[in-house]
């Protein structure tokens, strides 16, 4: 026996023992979950015996949507998440400017012009042009859907008055014609593409940072949105045993998913392949926008828009052979869609695939569905639709998100609750770098539906929060059942991985507003630890 926990609070997230004292660890597995008592026959075998002195033990976080690398990236980077004036943002660019050498680009991440406190107005070029007039300076928007670039970095990307806007993309535009700065979807690759390509150091020191937040977090699965090239970073880390999350791969195909799939179908992979450190999960696409930016692709234009409908990054007519494709050679599809109408491409796709071609256990999924009718929401239990969603999304967009969708199709944004009533799987994530790689967040407001500050009382809409029962399995097991990976993880009973977090609280017993505060004190991934705050669990 490797490590026996005893006098713990252990929340096993099975439905058949949810609740235990004592876990035994060997050679990676669990391998007994019970009272102290039944466990007392471990005691001298082990060769690590820990009082958690009542602590809870519940499974690792699995976070269900991240762009991880991209993450770790931001760390080191112009951050612009919490902070909320314009001053503030050209103070950031500022302060790594002053150490840009010529020609060296500024580059980051973070922004949000609906958190704005000082005006809500999107940025504009000239006033990054006033703090970096001789460096290019290009910022994401928090949600990765927009860019923010300086005159300098519009100049370098060729982009003028005469450039037309890309499909599925589009150049914000002055009063004179003049593109302001703001790139939204595709028209913001004109900049990305040009950037300076990131240095397998740079990747390194990215991967290492987002894998010490991830372990301190309790996080040892991810669902990353991954680029090809990721992977072989992770293959890296995985031979030097640096690789302490278990990673499962949303294999990113933005504009031109063929190059990915069609190799794949060739070779004959399907989902599935690689091991549980490292595999292949679902082939991603990106259908539209965000409700944030107005880029969600709605049915009726936006209430506080009138006129835009948002932006579709592919038609139907090109996105259904591509699903079929897929679903034929059993390649899991994860399809961003957060308006309601390319929710509703996204299901017409499924349906249109699975009465052709027979995969009942298929798992597609489709992530973030912000805004969809209720017509549509049905769809999902229907056609096998697994509603990857992310509560620490409704912090910051309940306060606006009627605005911009109005009192009615305001009832089934973000409705969580309706989802799981009706009988659809659902697995939980952060979107971090968009949001906070830290799942609490998620936790207290998928109960609350308040933000951070306690806001609204009672909560926004809460008949649409979810029990925190629900949110645990949310992060856990409903998380590795969309990855095909019950049988391994996400709950605590003998058989699967020693994937595990420790913390000072039970989250099934504290007062929902102390959720934020929950310390974790450890984390153990594969029967070893990768966090330890308190100096108790090492080997």
Same mark, same amino acid.
């Given at each position: 026996?490797?490590?026996?926990?005893?006098?713990?609070?252990?929340?096993?997230?099975?439905?058949?023992?949810?609740?235990?004292?004592?876990?035994?660890?060997?050679? +990676?597995? &669990? =391998?007994?979950?019970?009272?102290? #008592?039944?466990?007392?026959? *471990?005691?001298?075998? %082990? $060769?690590?015996? /820990?009082?958690?002195?009542?602590?809870?033990?519940?499974?690792?976080?699995?976070?269900?949507?991240?762009?991880?690398?991209?993450?770790?990236?931001?760390?080191?980077?112009?951050?612009?998440?919490?902070?909320?004036?314009?001053?503030?943002?050209?103070?950031?660019?500022?302060?790594?400017?002053?150490?840009?050498?010529?020609?060296?680009?500024?580059?980051?991440?973070?922004?949000?012009?609906?958190?704005?406190?000082?005006?809500?107005?999107?940025?504009?070029?000239?006033?990054?042009?006033?703090?970096?007039?001789?460096?290019?300076?290009?910022?994401?928007?928090?949600?990765?859907?927009?860019?923010?670039?300086?005159?300098?970095?519009?100049?370098?990307?060729?982009?003028?008055?005469?450039?037309?806007?890309?499909?599925? +993309?589009? &150049? =914000?535009?002055?009063?004179?014609? #003049?593109?302001?700065?703001? *790139?939204?979807?595709? %028209? $913001?690759?004109? /900049?990305?593409?040009?950037?300076?390509?990131?240095?397998?150091?740079?990747?390194?020191?990215?991967?290492?940072?987002?894998?010490?937040?991830?372990?301190?977090?309790?996080?040892?699965?991810?669902?990353?949105?991954?680029?090809?090239?990721?992977?072989?970073?992770?293959?890296?880390?995985?031979?030097?045993?640096?690789?302490?999350?278990?990673?499962?791969?949303?294999?990113?195909?933005?504009?031109?998913?063929?190059?990915?799939?069609?190799?794949?179908?060739?070779?004959?992979?399907?989902?599935?392949?690689?091991?549980?450190?490292?595999?292949?999960?679902?082939?991603?696409?990106?259908?539209?926008?965000?409700?944030?930016?107005?880029?969600?692709?709605?049915?009726?234009?936006?209430?506080?828009?009138?006129?835009?409908? +948002?932006?579709?990054?592919?038609?139907?007519?090109?996105?259904?052979?591509?699903?079929?494709?897929?679903?034929?050679?059993?390649?899991?599809?994860?399809?961003?869609?957060?308006?309601?109408?390319?929710?509703?491409?996204?299901?017409?796709?499924?349906?249109?695939?699975?009465?052709?071609?027979?995969?009942?256990?298929?798992?597609?999924?489709?992530?973030?569905?912000?805004?969809?009718?209720?017509?549509?929401?049905?769809?999902?239990?229907?056609?096998?639709?697994?509603?990857?969603?992310?509560?620490?999304?409704?912090?910051?967009?309940?306060?606006?998100?009627?605005?911009?969708?109005?009192?009615?199709?305001?009832?089934?944004?973000?409705?969580?609750?309706?989802?799981?009533?009706?009988?659809?799987?659902?697995?939980?994530?952060?979107?971090?770098?968009?949001?906070?790689?830290?799942?609490?967040?998620?936790?207290?407001?998928?109960?609350?539906?308040?933000?951070?500050?306690?806001?609204?009382?009672?909560?926004?809409?809460?008949?649409?929060?979810?029990?925190?029962?629900?949110?645990?399995?949310?992060?856990?097991?409903?998380?590795?059942?969309?990855?095909?990976?019950?049988?391994?993880?996400?709950?605590?009973?003998?058989?699967?991985?020693?994937?595990?977090?420790?913390?000072?609280?039970?989250?099934?017993?504290?007062?929902?507003?102390?959720?934020?505060?929950?310390?974790?004190?450890?984390?153990?991934?594969?029967?070893?630890?990768?966090?330890?705050?308190?100096?108790?669990?090492?080997?």
């Amino acid at each position: 026996m490797d490590l026996l926990l005893r006098n713990a609070n252990v929340l096993t997230i099975d439905a058949g023992q949810p609740r235990a004292q004592a876990l035994a660890i060997r050679d +990676g597995r &669990i =391998v007994a979950v019970g009272s102290d #008592e039944e466990l007392d026959g *471990l005691v001298s075998s %082990a $060769k690590k015996v /820990v009082d958690l002195d009542g602590a809870t033990v519940m499974p690792g976080f699995i976070d269900a949507h991240t762009h991880f690398v991209s993450g770790g990236m931001t760390l080191s980077r112009v951050r612009l998440g919490g902070i909320f004036t314009m001053r503030e943002w050209q103070q950031a660019v500022l302060a790594k400017a002053r150490d840009a050498e010529p020609g060296d680009w500024v580059v980051g991440r973070g922004w949000d012009d609906t958190k704005r406190t000082d005006v809500v107005a999107l940025p504009t070029k000239e006033e990054l042009d006033e703090v970096s007039p001789h460096n290019s300076v290009y910022l994401g928007r928090a949600d990765g859907h927009v860019g923010w670039a300086n005159s300098l970095a519009l100049q370098a990307a060729g982009i003028t008055r005469d450039t037309d806007d890309p499909y599925g +993309g589009h &150049i =914000v535009r002055d009063e004179h014609g #003049e593109p302001t700065g703001i *790139l939204q979807e595709t %028209a $913001k690759l004109m /900049v990305e593409r040009i950037l300076p390509a990131s240095g397998k150091a740079e990747q390194r020191k990215a991967l290492s940072d987002a894998l010490a937040e991830a372990a301190r977090f309790g996080i040892t699965s991810i669902h990353d949105n991954a680029p090809a090239e990721d992977i072989a970073l992770y293959q890296e880390f995985r031979e030097r045993g640096d690789l302490t999350v278990r990673v499962n791969t949303l294999l990113r195909g933005w504009e031109v998913p063929e190059p990915f799939l069609e190799p794949m179908i060739k070779m004959g992979v399907r989902t599935g392949f690689g091991d549980d450190w490292i595999k292949l999960g679902a082939l991603k696409l990106s259908l539209d926008g965000t409700l944030g930016s107005r880029t969600a692709a709605m049915l009726e234009p936006y209430s506080d828009d009138p006129g835009n409908t +948002g932006v579709f990054r592919i038609s139907q007519e090109e996105l259904n052979p591509i699903i079929e494709r897929a679903h034929r050679h059993r390649i899991q599809v994860a399809l961003h869609a957060i308006g309601d109408a390319a929710c509703r491409m996204a299901l017409d796709a499924i349906e249109h695939v699975t009465k052709q071609f027979d995969w009942p256990d298929h798992r597609h999924r489709i992530e973030h569905e912000q805004s969809i009718t209720r017509e549509d929401m049905e769809r999902f239990p229907q056609l096998g639709v697994i509603a990857s969603l992310q509560p620490v999304h409704g912090i910051t967009d309940l306060n606006w998100v009627e605005s911009r969708v109005g009192p009615e199709r305001v009832k089934t944004a973000y409705a969580w609750r309706s989802f799981l009533d009706i009988g659809t799987h659902i697995c939980l994530g952060t979107d971090w770098p968009v949001e906070t790689l830290d799942p609490r967040v998620g936790l207290y407001h998928a109960v609350t539906r308040q933000d951070i500050h306690g806001n609204p009382p009672g909560g926004r809409w809460p008949g649409e929060a979810l029990t925190i029962e629900e949110t645990l399995k949310g992060y856990t097991l409903d998380a590795a059942w969309a990855e095909f990976a019950e049988d391994r993880k996400g709950s605590l009973v003998p058989g699967k991985y020693a994937d595990l977090c420790i913390l000072d609280a039970d989250p099934t017993a504290v007062d929902p507003n102390e959720l934020l505060n929950l310390g974790v004190l450890a984390t153990v991934v594969e029967g070893r630890t990768v966090y330890d705050a308190t100096g108790r669990f090492g080997e």
